[in-house]
């Protein structure tokens, strides 16, 4: 058959942004409208077929977003060759706390890592802060991947890990 590639990637962002509930959407069509935050970290396999007809196996590690677990999550980075970094698009300021889980990321991860950036809660329209352009630009000056996402509705969000898999495979 097919040969077999293995990925780990991680989850990462401020709490609530939703980084749980794309992962439980991807990896088992799962979504949960409760809040209940990740403690510590939790870690997913999916096995999945890439554009180019492979067969990845990923390892998918979701941090907690929570401050007091920050030295924990951080200490998954070392050697990573990919990240899942998301923010909500209804909450300007996990746009900001995007940019530092970046930069923490990139002190320890792999050189060529890849990241690509989720704004996730797309499907809340209304209460929207950050405009899709926003996350454009950010993502054209870090050099990441980029999509806008809905955990809730299933949109975007097989696509954005399948981007990020099918990138770090390239590599
Ligand atoms: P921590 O584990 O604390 O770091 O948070 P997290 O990033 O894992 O967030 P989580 O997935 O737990 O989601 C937080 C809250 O946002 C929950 O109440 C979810 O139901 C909600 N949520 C997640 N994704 C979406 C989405 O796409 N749309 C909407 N409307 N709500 C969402
Ligand atoms: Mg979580």
Known sequence: GSPHIMVRIIMIGESGVGKSNLL?????????????????????????????????????????GQERFKSLAISYFRGAKGAVLVYDVTNRHSLE????????????ADVDAVVILVG?????????????REGVEFAKQEKLLFIEASAKDSINVEQAFIEVLGRITDN
Request: aromatic residues 10%.
């Open 24 to 64: 439980t959407r991807f990896a088992r069509d799962e979504f949960h409208i409760d809040n209940k935050s990740t403690l510590g970290m939790e870690m997913t396999t999916k096995t999945i077929t890439l554009p180019t007809g492979e067969i990845c196996q990923s390892q998918i590690w979701d941090t907690a």
């Open 97 to 108: 706390s995007a940019r530092e889980w970046l930069a923490e990321f990139r002190k320890y």
């Open 120 to 132: 996730n809660k797309c499907d809340l329209t209304s209460n929207r802060e950050v405009e899709t």
